[in-house]
Structures are given as structure tokens and as C-alpha cells.
């Protein structure tokens, strides 16, 4: 019955943008930090960005900082990732997850260890080519 799903990723011109959803059913958002994790083909699952349960505090990789902004709306139960100035290197299946508050230590330095979320959606495709 816990679920996270997806959506909004498809095909997009290097430079462009995309907005990826990950709504939630059978729990409520608002009790949880989510993150985004990406994995390309041939390469392992990587931390893309972090939010804490009050929207209060995020984290991103270094590769998308100014460019990826992390968002939730608790009242729609969804978390949303905005990705501008796309470029061919962010093409990966793009999954999100729930997990716990973090220390403030954690928050900064370990929030991208896949371990440390429970819940996880089946992904969605974002794919950047000319």
C-alpha cells in the first residue's frame, strides 16, 4: 500500500528543462525527508538532491547545484524536482525516496547514502539529446 510515483520525465534538447513529480499514496509525505537519486545506464544509483520535511533544508550534488531545485508541497503530498540548463550527462532513470530526519551532520555530508531511505518509486526516464 506505501507507494512513490514518478513522474514528468521524457525527452528533452541539452539546455532545456524538466520538472519531475513523485507523489506519494498510503502514507503522508509530510513526515519525511525526500530524496532524488539518478542512475544511468552501466553506472551506479547517485544522490541528486535532498529535502528535509518542512522544506526547510536541501542538499544537492555538486553536479547540479544551480541548476536542479528541490520543492515539496505537503498539502498535494508530492515533492517536485525542477531541472534547468539540462545537459546530455544528466540522462538517467530518475527515482525518489522517503526517508528520516537527519542530524545536521548527516544532512550535510551522508544525505545521498541510498541506505538511508525506506521507501523508493520505480523511476522515470529523463533522457537529454539533441
Known amino acids: 500500500q506505501l507507494q512513490l510515483v514518478e513522474s514528468g520525465g521524457g525527452l528533452v534538447q541539452p539546455g532545456g528543462s524538466l520538472r519531475l513529480s513523485c507523489a506519494a499514496s498510503?502514507?503522508?509525505?509530510?513526515?519525511?525527508?525526500i530524496g532524488w537519486f539518478r542512475q544511468a545506464p552501466g553506472k551506479e544509483r547517485e544522490g541528486v538532491s535532498r529535502?528535509?520535511?518542512?522544506?526547510?533544508?536541501?542538499n544537492y550534488a555538486d553536479s547540479v547545484k544551480g541548476r536542479f531545485t528541490i520543492s515539496r508541497d505537503n498539502a498535494k503530498n508530492t515533492v517536485y524536482l525542477q531541472m534547468n540548463s539540462l545537459k546530455p550527462e544528466d540522462t538517467a532513470v530518475y527515482y525518489c525516496?522517503?526517508?528520516?530526519?537527519?542530524?545536521?551532520?548527516?544532512?550535510?555530508?551522508?544525505?545521498?547514502?541510498?541506505?538511508?531511505?525506506?521507501?523508493w518509486g520505480q523511476g522515470t526516464q529523463v533522457t537529454v539529446s539533441s
Open positions: 529535502i528535509s520535511r518542512s522544506g526547510g533544508s536541501t
Open positions: 498510503g502514507f503522508t509525505l509530510d513526515n519525511y525527508a
Open positions: 525516496a522517503a526517508g528520516p530526519t537527519l542530524s545536521a551532520v548527516v544532512a550535510t555530508s551522508r544525505w545521498a547514502e541510498k541506505g538511508r531511505y525506506d521507501y
